[in-house]
């Protein structure tokens, strides 16, 4: 890794870490981060991989009251580091989601460190508004955004830095039956971040659509492209069975429940 992509790996690290509290551009979203991260080391193919299969764990991570959900920021970033590093290419990507798992909860220490350094800044914003000092307040507000990006960016300097030999005489070094556990640790990680996500929006409504897409999946010679274009294809069709107002025996005002795929199903 040379210093431009080690440049270009911070800087993403660093935006990473600011979004996962601005949340506007969502560069710390795993696809994001790690997709961009391959993209500067050269390798964007295992980048997305690896991006698109952590996409599918963090989904499930969510804030809930007091619970702080995993860093998916330092998650992604760290594993794609490691990767890019280990020179095991798109095939190491199972290891990787396995390595940062415990990244991300790690990664909570990190977090309560940057939000316990946040209270005095926050002081001083109130104090600095009784003073009608706005341009402190903008400095203020800007160096904790700054340090919600270092957060993700030192960690991530401190990565690069390591020699690449040594990242990957590491991975290479692990045995067999470490490394094929937790190829398959991690398959079941991102199978039940998905099963955490069909919960969270599973109604009567979405199931006929999971089981099409399911059994459309199965067909080997279906490209994604494929997939997408019946995706798209299905929902101009609910879109217009919903403009037509239900079932055929008169939508909701005639008795239906007003969603016409369900009054469909129901006639049947």
């Known amino acids: 890794m040379n210093i431009i992509s080690i440049v270009l790996v911070v800087i993403v ?25 391959g993209i500067v080391c050269g390798q964007p ?10 996409q599918m764990i963090a989904m499930g991570w969510a804030n809930i009251g007091a619970a702080v959900a995993p860093d998916a920021a330092l998650a992604s970033v760290a594993s794609a580091i490691i990767l890019m590093k280990g020179g095991q290419g798109a095939e190491g990507a199972s290891t990787a989601i396995a390595v940062a798992i415990p990244l991300a909860v790690a990664g909570l220490f990190l977090t309560m460190v940057a939000r316990t350094l ?35 960016a030192i960690p991530a300097a401190a990565l690069c830095v390591v020699p690449a030999e040594v990242v990957s005489n590491l991975l290479n ?41 399911f059994a459309l999946a199965a067909i080997s010679d279906l490209t994604l492209i494929g997939l997408g ?23 909701a005002a005639a008795g239906g429940s007003g969603d016409p795929l369900g009054d469909i199903l129901n006639d049947y």
């Open 173 to 213: 070094s692990m045995p067999a039956w470490l490394t094929e556990g937790m190829s398959i640790g991690g398959g079941m990680v991102v199978a039940v971040g998905y099963a955490l996500v069909i919960n969270m929006m599973a109604t009567a409504e979405v199931w006929p659509f999971f089981f099409i897409g």
């Open 45 to 54: 193919a295992a980048g997305i991989i690896l991006g698109g299969s952590l």
């Open 118 to 152: 946040a209270v005095p800044i926050v002081h001083g914003m109130d104090a600095a508004a009784e003073k009608a000092d706005f341009g402190r307040i903008e400095f203020l507000q800007w160096a904790a955004i700054c340090m919600q990006g270092l957060r993700i």
């Open 229 to 251: 274009i019946v995706a798209v294809a299905i929902a101009f069709i609910y879109l217009n069975l919903s403009e037509k107002g239900g079932s055929a025996a008169g939508g």
């Open 13 to 37: 690290a660093f935006l990473a870490g600011m979004e996962g509290i601005l949340d506007e551009f969502q560069f710390h979203q795993p696809l994001v981060a790690c997709t961009l991260i």
